[in-house]
């Protein structure tokens, strides 16, 4: 407010003088120097100088406001002073406009200023609870650095672990032979007059080649630009082509590819695109700041995947879910379980129903810790990062839980990495300056980005109105590129483990095994870690066994391939029975499986029990 005070030698620019002895204002004070820049001076009140230019300002005004002093003489304090100061940067103006557009804000506002002032102590606590120690507006140039790292370390895991098992999943021998689907895909685009459109219908680049040769080359090509991300080098384009790259295969790999961890992969890259920096040689002191836009892009997809998973749940209306019973069947009907699973499962009722209650309070409650000041946003990371390590312990979830928790570390800012990465770092970039032009892509993208992902949230409780109709056309042109997905894991929790066991004979009266790699089979077979590996096969076969044969055209062609002894195919097997010749008849018989518990395993040394269920598939023969 303005004090009625002029000094007779006022600054050469203004100066804002404040209680140098109050850490609560010292910690203000450097947020909006920072903000001001060299446009304003700053001297705590205590500083000699101040008394004997200033005799006009009578001591006690220091003490109970921060004072500003215009070049002009004129001394204002209290809120007024704050926001005058603020509006020395173009950027910080809006707050004094409004201060003075209405005498009712302003009244408040200087209200609110005096209650802040006569209680700064409590307001110290609860600055230092919701900021901790830096309450300036911090730098991601070290978080875009360390997310962008993990991100390429992730696209590395996710090709070269597809790359091992792409020709007997999609190749011409393999389950689902891809050139025959873009051959019929040709086909049936000829025949019904679509043109440049089947592009986009049909996003790959198998359009250009369809061998299994140029399958391979694709998951080479992503595998050493996965290397270039890590290492820095013209991220920006590296990170185009990754997403390019695996859009091109998850599109050929239909059932195989269609996992929620490969959309939200491609979610991911593409908006990562737009957060890269512009450089071909790896150069931190030279990079533009990361786009704050596309940073909370990026937290928002975290906030979606978190809070869409929780409330899927809740809506589904399963009783295990409400009953908070879901974690007593979790850790054995889930696709692959690890050993801990084991342990897990022997828990008390109770606790699993305790650890329910944790799970729903860190998925629908820890991402909206996302919008708040940074020591609380912290303690949000931690929780969901918490909860993915928990996640990622019991169950073989590929790299989900990990591009999860490189996720978290956006929520992170340089501040906190400065205190863990090598000295080198601690020199921070100097360019503050972020490409205008960039915005002309980063504006559409955020528009379409928060208006489809509305409707992905918006439908899990059942919204359907106009706005979603029209927003559901938008949604529906742009599905094929699977960048921009709904999410939600076990929406409803099955309450048994049904297995498919696959047999072959050469007399259809002598059955064997076919041994998976992963998949619960062997009843003595100790449950392995196998993440960031996804064996696709294995997961596979944990969704055809909820359904029936009819409703998994790929599992008829599996055994198509077993009984034309397939090399390709027989690779993505731990044991083959038919080493050197297939066998005649293939046959598949179902099985309910659950952990034994602590006295069974100690008695016969088996992780797993089963009793039959009855035929899954009745023995074929090749010409069947």
């Known amino acids: 407010m303005q004090s009625g005070i002029h000094v007779a030698s006022p600054p050469p620019k203004p100066l804002m003088v404040f209680d140098g002895d109050c850490r609560f204002c010292g910690l203000w004070i450097r947020r909006w120097r920072q903000l001001t820049g060299d446009t304003v001076d700053y001297l705590p009140s205590q500083d000699p100088q101040i008394a004997a230019r200033f005799p006009e300002v009578p001591r006690e005004q220091f003490n109970t406001a921060v004072v500003l002093i215009e070049p002009d003489g004129c001394v204002i304090s209290g809120a007024e002073a704050v926001f005058r100061a603020l509006a020395k940067n173009p950027k910080t103006h809006w707050p004094q406009h409004l201060y003075e557009s209405s005498a009712a804000i302003s009244g408040i506002t200087e209200g609110a200023y005096k209650f802040v ?24 140039f070290l978080t875009r650095w360390v997310f962008l790292r993990a991100l390429g370390v992730i696209y590395l895991v996710a090709f070269i672990s597809l790359w091992t098992q792409i020709s007997g999943l999609i190749g011409h021998n393999g389950i689902l032979p891809e050139d025959r689907f873009m051959s019929a895909v040709r086909q049936a685009c000829d025949e019904q007059g679509i043109g440049m459109d089947r592009f986009r219908l049909v996003p790959t680049l198998c359009w250009l080649d369809s061998s299994d040769g140029f399958l391979q080359f694709q998951c080479a090509a992503g595998t050493v630009l996965a290397i270039v991300l890590i290492f820095g080098i013209a991220p920006a384009p590296s990170l185009a082509l990754l997403w390019l790259l695996y859009l091109s295969l998850t599109t050929v790999g239909r059932e195989f590819l269609e996992f929620q961890w490969d959309n939200l992969l491609l979610e991911a890259g593409f908006l990562s695109i737009f957060f890269a920096p512009l450089r071909l040689l790896p150069d931190l002191s030279k990079e533009s700041p990361p786009s704050r836009i596309v940073l909370w892009l990026l937290r928002l997809l975290l906030f979606k995947l978190m809070f869409s998973s929780g409330c899927v ?44 209650v944790v799970m729903f309070s860190i998925e629908v409650g820890a991402p909206f810790l996302i919008f708040v000041p940074r020591q609380v946003r912290f303690f949000g990371a931690g929780a969901i990062a918490f909860l993915q390590i928990l996640i990622l312990l019991t169950g073989n979830y590929t790299f989900f839980n990990i591009l999860t928790l490189a996720l978290c570390l956006l929520l992170l800012d340089d501040f906190v990495f400065l205190k863990i990465l090598p000295a080198r770092f601690t020199q921070r970039p100097k360019n503050k300056l972020r490409p205008r032009w960039r915005l002309a892509f980063i504006i559409p993208l955020a528009a379409v980005f928060l208006v489809v992902s509305f409707l992905e949230v918006a439908t899990i409780f059942g919204v359907q109105d106009a706005l ?9 042109k742009i599905a094929p590129l699977r960048t921009i997905n709904d999410y939600g894991l076990f929406m409803v929790m099955t309450t048994e483990r049904h297995e498919i066991i696959v047999q072959g004979s050469d007399d259809g009266a002598h059955w064997s095994d076919y041994e998976f790699k992963y998949k619960p089979g062997d009843l003595n077979g100790r449950p392995v870690f196998v993440a960031p590996f996804q064996p696709r096969l294995d997961w596979q076969m944990w969704f055809a066994a909820l359904g029936s044969i009819d409703q998994n055209p790929w599992f008829q062609n599996f055994c198509f391939q077993l009984l034309q002894g397939s090399p390709e195919v027989a690779e993505l097997l731990q044991k083959n029975p038919f080493p050197d010749k297939p066998p005649r008849y293939i046959r598949a018989e179902l099985y309910n499986y659950h952990f034994t518990n602590f006295t069974e395993r100690r008695a016969t040394g088996a992780w797993w029990k089963r009793e039959s269920i009855g035929e899954y598939l009745p023995p074929v023969s090749l010409h069947e």
């Open 313 to 356: 749940k809740l809506a589904s209306g399963d009783p295990t879910w409400r009953n908070l019973t879901a974690l007593t069947y979790h850790y054995f009907t889930q696709p692959l379980p690890t050993w801990i699973a084991w342990y897990a499962n022997q828990l008390p009722l109770g606790f699993q129903k305790f650890s329910c």
């Open 468 to 476: 979603t109709k029209k927003i559901a056309k938008l949604e529906e």
């Open 117 to 140: 002032a006569s209680h700064r102590t409590a307001f110290s606590y609860v600055t230092r609870f919701l900021w901790g120690r830096h309450v300036e507006q911090p730098d991601y």
